[in-house]
């Protein structure tokens, strides 16, 4: 019998969520000041402090560019990445390059990885939770995005370390919906789940029979979410007083700030209204009067802006199904999740393409925290429930002309295996390299790289396998030998990270003697997926 709960955490882009169950039933925990979510935002105050929530949230006007949110867009990215790059330049504080050439923030006078960053808004709810549920809260089931890559991933999983929890699981957004929506109900059917959050959009589909939850395909774009319909607004409205004064806004951190409320409270007031003004006073001063930002926007207005996101969501939900022959009237009920499925552009565009309308009764801001805290209640229960996942992009290998040849491909159940014949040693040297990369793009530039693996001469066939976790061993065959090693794709258990410790430790030994006497069977450099568990 489980003495302590598992919280169920949905560590979102704007909004934080976390749940414990009780008597069988998931609830929402409360924060400090008693609403449901917490802003996923920390800041410096004046006084040097570290402040969480709504607190830190309150100062970003006011102290824009020592208030940090949006953070997780960034988090597990290298700095030196094109997305990065472009979107940094959107936020009032200082992206910056931090540890092994990832992406960090300037918060006061020193660099803080985004890792720690989130730990801060984790470490937050552990400590109302364990208010809340007037115990220790030491283990936790955190979500990410069905898209997030391994490096993602890792940083997630790392950042609940931080704040003191033994992570038990990373589970994927849209599963966790279909769990809080479908556990212990006796439902079969095909769902498919529609999550578009603050920063990410995710579609998945799942076949529910009983509590067995096999996902049958995903898919989404970690580059689209609800701030992206914030800037169309914030766009608009730019314009539009530029046009009126000739004045351009977007230089003073403080007044963009203003604005960027002011458009998200617009966007959410226009679920509801068919029309409003956007007025924010002195913005701005001609000729020592004051000037004042007046704009009116409605509903039809946004729709226009903002349509073609709306269309992307589409595009990415049919590429979805199509990959496993599944027409839209194939779909019992669409679950929505995450708060800009508000929008009643997206809830009649969903009527539309799928012929019903989405499943109501289904919390779309905390759908995702309780089934988390349904899956952390499970894991010591035998046959509580049975999650089937996928992979959400491909893993593979670089060819010798830079290109991306896929071994698993996308949506491959797990666990599996997939063999392949390995090229032999060049010229007369000894070993051969494999770089082993996850993506979804055909040039392994764009992919992220996991490690490289060292084979000897004589070796015939290497094979893939991923376990339940996400884990990726390899193997290799040949001259009457096997060996095994093991990288990570879902970030690192503590056990597997120490025998990475050790491996490493062993070949710089071996390094330091004749190749002769170095061992001739497989071993791997990890050096990133080192670098990113065990800081």
């Known amino acids: 019998m489980r003495r302590e709960p598992v919280l169920g955490i949905d560590l979102g882009t704007t909004n934080t969520c976390a749940a414990h169950v009780r008597n069988k039933v998931p609830t929402v925990v409360s924060t400090d000041t008693g609403r449901l979510v917490l802003p996923s935002v920390i800041a410096l105050n004046q006084r040097s402090d570290i402040v969480v929530g709504n607190v830190a949230k309150e100062q970003m006007v006011i102290n824009p560019t020592k208030t940090i949110h949006g953070h997780k867009r960034f988090i597990g990215r290298p700095f030196n990445s094109p997305f990065v790059r472009h979107l940094a330049g959107k936020f009032g504080y200082d992206v910056v390059e931090g540890p092994d050439g990832q992406t960090a923030v300037s918060l006061g006078d020193r660099v803080v990885t985004l890792p720690e960053v989130s730990s801060l808004v984790l470490s937050h709810v552990r400590t109302v939770a364990q208010q809340h549920l007037d115990g220790s809260v030491r283990e936790a089931v955190i979500s990410v995005p069905a ?4 490096n993602q991933r890792a940083a997630v999983k790392r950042a609940g370390e931080l704040a003191g929890l033994e992570v038990k699981r990373i589970i994927n957004e849209p599963t966790a919906a279909a769990l809080a929506y479908g556990f212990n109900r006796g439902f079969d059917q095909r769902v498919l789940v529609y999550d578009l959050g603050g920063g990410t959009f995710d579609v998945s589909v799942l076949e529910l029979q009983g509590n067995v939850f096999q996902v049958v395909a995903t898919g989404g774009d970690t580059f689209l979410g609800g701030v992206d319909f914030d800037d169309r607004i914030i766009g608009y409205v730019l314009e539009t007083f530029q046009r009126e004064y000739k004045i351009d806004l977007s230089d003073d951190a403080v007044v963009m700030q203003r604005v960027r409320n002011a458009a998200e409270a617009a966007k959410m007031d226009l679920s509801l209204l068919s029309n409003l003004v956007i007025s924010l006073p002195y913005v701005a001063a001609r000729k020592g009067r004051p000037l004042e930002l007046r704009v009116s926007l409605s509903r039809e207005e946004l729709n226009e802006l903002t349509s073609d996101l709306v269309d992307r969501t589409f595009q990415l939900c049919d590429e979805v199904l199509g990959t496993k022959g599944i027409d839209p009237s194939d779909i019992d009920e669409v679950i929505l999740v995450g708060g800009q499925t508000r929008m009643p552009l997206v809830q009649e565009r969903i009527h539309r393409h799928f012929g019903r309308p989405a499943r109501k009764g289904v919390h779309p801001e905390e759908c995702v925290a309780l089934g988390a805290a349904l899956l952390g209640d499970s894991l010591d229960q035998i046959d509580a429930v049975t999650l089937i996942d996928v992979l959400s992009m491909p ?14 491909e996308s949506n491959e159940s797990i666990p599996c295996r997939r063999s392949f014949s390995v090229p032999p040693p060049l010229d007369d040297r000894e070993y051969a390299e494999l770089d082993v990369y996850q993506g979804g793009s055909d040039r392994i ?7 490289t693996v060292r084979y000897p001469r004589g070796a015939q066939s290497m094979t893939f396998r991923l376990d339940e976790e996400g884990i990726l061993g390899v193997s290799l065959e040949g001259d009457g030998h096997c060996k095994e090693i093991t990288l990570a794709t879902c970030g690192t258990p503590p056990s597997l990270r120490n025998a990475i410790e050790e491996d490493i430790i062993r070949r710089r030994q071996l390094a330091e003697q004749p190749e002769a006497q170095q061992d001739a069977g497989l071993f791997a450099s990890i050096r990133r997926v080192l670098g990113r568990t065990s800081r």
């Open 147 to 150: 898209y997030y890559n391994d």
């Open 395 to 408: 893993i593979g290998i670089a060819d010798s002309k830079g290109g991306f040849k896929k071994i698993i």
């Open 445 to 451: 530039v764009d992919n992220e790289y996991l490690g």
